[in-house]
């Protein structure tokens, strides 16, 4: 799922709504590297090294919001998050 933006972060803001609908108790995680803010979702008490994140990023110039392997499931490894493909 491709969100493409001005950079107004009115697209991150529509994630991040997503994410507070959402009823279990969740850890939200941040971290910019290299021109791209990466977002890591997962259940309170997910290892980081775990199958159970949710991961996107945004690209900084322009605000682009890219999911890793294009879709919103929670099957992704947070400490990988740089290396992931991103759609």
């Given amino acids: 799922m491709k969100y493409s933006g001005s950079g107004s972060g ?7 709504s997503s994410v507070d ?3 279990t108790p969740y850890t939200f995680r941040t ?5 791209f803010i ?3 979702v997962a259940a309170v008490g997910s290892v980081t090294s775990g199958s159970v994140w949710r ?6 110039s322009d605000g ?4 890793a392997d294009g ?4 099957d992704n490894i ?7 493909t991103y759609s």
């Fill in 78 to 84: 947070w400490d990988n998050r740089t290396s992931l």
């Fill in 55 to 60: 991961v996107f990023r945004e690209t900084e």
């Fill in 38 to 40: 990466y977002y890591g």
């Fill in 71 to 74: 879709d919103a499931n929670f």
């Fill in 10 to 16: 009115n697209q991150l803001q529509d994630v991040k």
């Fill in 64 to 67: 682009t919001i890219l999911y």
């Fill in 31 to 35: 971290q910019t590297v290299g021109g």
């Fill in 21 to 23: 609908q959402i009823s």
